[in-house]
């Protein structure tokens, strides 16, 4: 779990054989600049996805993000999957926040994101998203509310690679994984 630059915000971008999309390093620092303040994420058990998005807010909103604002339906962002009649959108899927001229999606996992498998599903439901070609997903460097630890980056770094790297499997989109928060030995 090293850190050569001495940052607690990581990123990794895939496919590895591209460079970062330059509009990666202005969303890595929104997240440098509110380090202190999304820290907690890491070991305070309620310190969820929603507060750490909601102190991020402004300096996403400043990048050109559309935001989500609260839990009603009419603060969440939608991304449509399918168009119906009359071209309304038949099915769609929230995301955190949303940057049309970048077609960048963004998530931001606190807590048990990992644990709870919400990486595996941010991955297909963006697949399946109309307008994003880029997909950021931030996780903790590390979640330590108790005795356990899960180092959701890392792990989160691991499955990307797999996916990434195989043959198999060919994502739609570019991917950039953040990790934020404390970086905590083992």
């Given at each position: ?51 750490v998005l909601a102190l991020l807010r402004d300096d996403l ?126």
């Open positions: 779990m090293s850190n050569p630059s001495g940052r607690r915000t990581r990123f990794a971008t895939f496919p590895r054989t591209e460079p970062s999309s330059s509009f990666v390093h202005d969303i890595v620092s929104a997240f440098d600049r509110n380090a202190d303040a999304i820290a907690p994420a890491a070991t305070e058990d309620r310190f969820g996805s929603d507060r909103v400043a990048l050109g993000f559309e935001v989500e604002a609260g839990k009603r339906r009419a603060d969440k962002i939608q991304r449509p999957v399918f168009f119906g009649d009359d071209g309304e959108p038949s099915l769609s899927y929230e995301i955190d926040a949303y940057n049309a001229d970048w077609r960048c999606g963004l998530e931001v996992e606190a807590g048990r994101g990992l644990l709870g498998g919400a990486i595996y599903r941010d991955l297909i439901q963006a697949m399946v998203m109309t307008g994003v070609d880029h997909l950021v997903v931030a996780l903790l460097n590390c979640y330590q509310p108790t005795k356990a630890k899960s180092t959701d980056f890392d792990k989160a770094k691991a499955i990307a690679a797999a996916l990434y790297g195989h043959r198999r499997v060919a994502l739609p989109f570019r991917l950039t994984l953040i990790g934020y928060g404390p970086i905590m030995q083992p």
